[in-house]
């Protein structure tokens, strides 16, 4: 089987990463784009070189899927490690495991810490529990590599806490671009849901509660479906079983042709099937669907479950992003929830990497309401947005310190002025990177005229020292520079060259430093190239 270049990419990224002395790292796919298909030609790799690969996961059905996969893409078998099945004494070097199987100590200690040279996780979200550790220290010696969809930033900094690097990352934005999963809109519907009695439990909303306060919607909800997807093949996300049981019926009422599945059907594989050829438009389900189910047909999802979890809200989403003859895009439904948390998971978390443009994109999208929104472009106005914003506030505090004499450059004037929105956004993942700037950093960032009181981790200030790096290469101006024309009024003085820069001050200083040489507006001025 040929990999695509991305997926070739995260390969040779994971290969590097342990080559290098980095035992446990990361790989980052969105649902859709073949993650399976990447580690399995991982573990084909590891074979040839003389490893035994344990592959992890939680359920019987990702298990089954990763043994089928890694015999269509490489022709090799698998042994199972599950109830009854073992492994020990198969002649098979790769081998699919439950955790809930292996985390216990008798089904542990059968196994000599060395006996797997490499251990893959499937959905490494989950690895950070105690169960997925237990077997990770048994195994210490092993290469580890964890595959997940679109963590949220949470999930990022806890996945930091067991992972020492991410090996490669694909964003959804990007396979989008290159044609590999489909375009999503995403519709608000100006349906107001109150969610404001709604309790917590493990760090999400209970779903009793949410099922109890979606209810008295159930009937208007699918009122608002008969407007905008009655011609579309559509999966509902519900809280509970019997919440999705009632709704199934209220569509049914309305004209749909419904179906429900849920943990304990069981016709549920032959309810899938005719829902995968038509018999239905509609399937409901109680969170079954998440995960290790695929349907490429789907061209609408509708969310019913409020989360905040982002790597679950993008699992949901998920199940309509793949590709498929005849569909354009997928249609994700969004509903106004009305909840005092602000943490509650929308369309413009799936595609945003900054808070404050989800931020910005949900107003966006919740005044177009009614209308559908194509993800991306949303995304680039919100950006747009927050710069102007941005750089509205940011003008306000260079006035502020206009009176101030300084020496160095405040790194978000550095910033702002370069236009380095990756440096204005960054979120530290990894232990490392969150611990404070070091002694040699701070000294070097002073020395190179940035101001370091300001930056609060070790990551930011390798980030920004890289960046200076880079500029001087490139002949570029320099902080200094930049404070001191920024401080007469140029604008952007980061994107001109050193010589630019220079050339400016020497004007400046031949006036005798009273001002903007005669003719030259700095509000608007850009140098020649």
């Keep these: 089987m040929e990999l695509r270049p991305y997926q070739e990419e995260a390969r040779e990224s994971i290969f590097e990463e342990w080559d290098k002395g980095v035992q446990k790292t990361l790989l980052v796919l969105p649902t859709g784009c073949g993650k399976t298909v990447v580690f399995a030609k991982v573990a084909e790799d590891c074979v040839r070189r003389g490893d035994r690969v344990l592959i992890l996961a939680h359920r019987g059905e990702l298990l089954e899927q990763a043994a089928d996969k890694i015999g269509k893409a490489t022709g090799l078998g698998c042994a199972t490690e599950k109830a009854e099945q073992s492994c020990l004494g198969s002649w098979f070097r790769i081998t699919v495991g439950s955790v809930q199987t292996l985390m216990r100590e008798k089904r542990l200690g059968q196994f000599p810490a060395g ?93 009793g509660d949410i ?4 209810d008295p919607y159930l009937y208007q909800i699918a009122d608002e479906m008969e407007k905008y997807c009655k011609d579309r093949k559509t999966v509902v996300f519900l809280p509970l079983v019997k919440t999705s049981q009632k709704f199934k019926e209220v569509l049914n009422e309305k004209g749909f042709r419904a179906a429900e599945v849920n943990g304990e059907s069981k016709d549920r594989a032959e309810v899938l099937e005719a829902f995968d050829r038509g018999d239905y438009n509609v399937l409901c389900n109680s969170m079954l669907l998440t995960e290790g189910w695929d349907c490429p047909s789907v061209d609408c999802v509708i969310v019913l479950r409020p989360t ?50 989800a931020r910005k994109m949900t107003e966006n999208l919740e005044e177009s309401a009614g209308c559908p929104v194509d993800l991306e472009e949303a995304e680039k106005r919100a950006s747009e947005d927050v710069i102007a914003e941005r750089e509205e506030s940011l003008a306000k505090q260079l006035a502020e310190m206009k009176n101030r004499k300084k ?25 490392w990177e969150m611990a404070p700037p070091s002694d040699s950093q701070k000294r070097e960032l002073e020395k190179r005229g940035i101001l370091p009181d300001e930056i609060d981790n070790a990551g930011k200030a390798g980030k920004i020292l890289d960046r200076l ?41 031949a006036m005798g430093w009273r001002g903007a040489p005669p003719g030259v507006d700095p509000g608007t001025y850009i140098p020649e190239k």
């Excluded at 099922?211 to 979606?214: D, G, K, M, P």
């Excluded at 679950?312 to 354009?328: I, P």
């Design 115 to 207: 006996y797997f040279n490499t251990i893959i996780i499937d959905e490494a979200h989950h690895c950070i529990s105690d169960s997925y550790q237990k077997i990770l220290q048994h195994f210490d010696s092993a290469h580890v590599l964890g595959v997940t969809a679109t963590p949220d930033r949470g999930d990022m900094q806890n996945l930091g806490q067991v992972f020492d690097s991410l090996a490669y990352e694909y964003t959804l934005p990007k396979a989008i671009r290159e044609g590999y999963l489909s375009p999503i809109k995403a519709l608000t519907i100006p349906l107001q849901l109150d969610l404001s009695g709604v309790s917590m439990q493990s760090g999400d909303f209970k779903a």
């Design 407 to 431: 020496k160095l450059v405040d790194p978000l004037q550095f910033e702002m002025s370069i236009q380095a929105e990756d440096l204005a956004g960054y979120v530290p993942a990894f232990g």
């Design 308 to 357: 905040k979890v982002r790597s679950l809200y993008s699992q949901m989403v998920g199940r309509g992003t793949r590709l498929c003859e005849g569909k354009d895009h997928l249609l994700l439904l969004d509903f106004l929830w009305h909840t005092e948390r602000h943490e509650l998971c929308h369309p413009a978390d799936l595609i945003c990497e900054k808070k404050e443009v």
């Design 469 to 509: 790096h880079k500029r001087q290469e490139e002949g570029l101006t320099t902080p200094k520079q930049i404070r001191c024309l920024e401080k007469y009024g140029f604008r952007h003085v980061g994107t001109w060259s050193f010589e630019a820069g220079k050339h400016m001050i020497d004007r400046i200083a």
């Design 211 to 214: 099922a109890t306060a979606l």
